[in-house]
């Protein structure tokens, strides 16, 4: 069946970049986009930005310069990197399978803390 | 950029009663709209996609509508375990903006 699975540090220090692997089964990223989705504690969701299947990004544009998201389709895995880190980007981050922007699969969340 | 405005921000209901939450396009999205469940320490679970599409699995007391810039989240019947937070999201065309969430609880 389909999952996703997110990985990454718990913790990252102020200004330091933090990178995510997310994880895919039962699917092909050549034929699937994925897009990843913070929601800081308490707060709603953020869609942060989407690597399509056809391996073009877009990004929010709020995040646009401190965002990158790349795939290693031989390993079913999605990347997301962002510099510059600050408290106010602790969250849970979450990587989602989006046909035509519908995410209709999640994974379970990574947390992010941002403090030093 | 679009943004998505949720109404109201939170409601509490009874179990057996009908609810409906909003959410309003700053432009025409035509039916590229679909709404999310986020229940407590889980991840959102897909609801409805095109505005009015109920997702694989999703109780048909759920139902979504509208067209263009207006759209509805229509649950009847509530259910206890219906309480949790709702999200629209535009979908199709980046960016994939969300909206601010509508509480639902349940009295």
């Known amino acids: 069946q389909v999952q996703l699975k997110e990985s990454g540090p718990g913790l990252v220090q102020p200004s330091q970049t933090l990178s995510l692997t997310c994880t895919v089964s039962g699917f092909s990223l050549t034929s699937n986009s994925v897009s990843w989705v913070r929601q800081p504690p308490g707060k709603g969701l953020e869609w942060m930005g989407a690597?399509?299947?056809?391996?073009?990004?877009d990004y929010n544009s709020a995040l646009k310069s401190r965002l990158s998201i790349s795939r290693d389709t031989s390993k079913s895995q999605v990347f997301l990197k962002m510099n510059s880190l600050q408290t106010e980007d602790t969250a849970i981050y979450f990587c989602?399978?989006?046909?035509?922007?519908?995410?209709?699969?999640w994974g379970q969340g990574a947390s992010v803390t941002v403090s030093s | 950029n679009i943004v998505m405005t949720q109404s109201p921000k939170s409601m509490s209901i009874s179990v057996g009663d009908r609810v409906t939450m909003n959410c309003k396009a700053s432009q025409n999205v035509g039916n590229n709209i679909a709404w999310y469940q986020q229940k407590p320490g889980q991840s959102p679970k897909l609801l409805i996609y095109?505005?009015?599409n109920r997702y694989t699995g999703v109780p048909d007391r759920f139902t979504g509508g509208g067209y263009g810039t207006d759209f509805t989240l229509t649950i009847n019947s509530v259910q206890a375990e219906d309480a949790a937070f709702y999200y629209c999201?535009?979908?199709?065309?980046?960016?994939?903006?969300f909206g601010s969430g509508t509480k639902l609880e349940i009295k």
């Open positions: 989602t399978r989006n046909p035509r922007g519908v995410m209709d699969a």
């Open positions: 095109y505005a009015s």
């Open positions: 999201q535009r979908i199709y065309n980046s960016p994939l903006t």
């Open positions: 690597i399509w299947s056809g391996g073009s990004t």
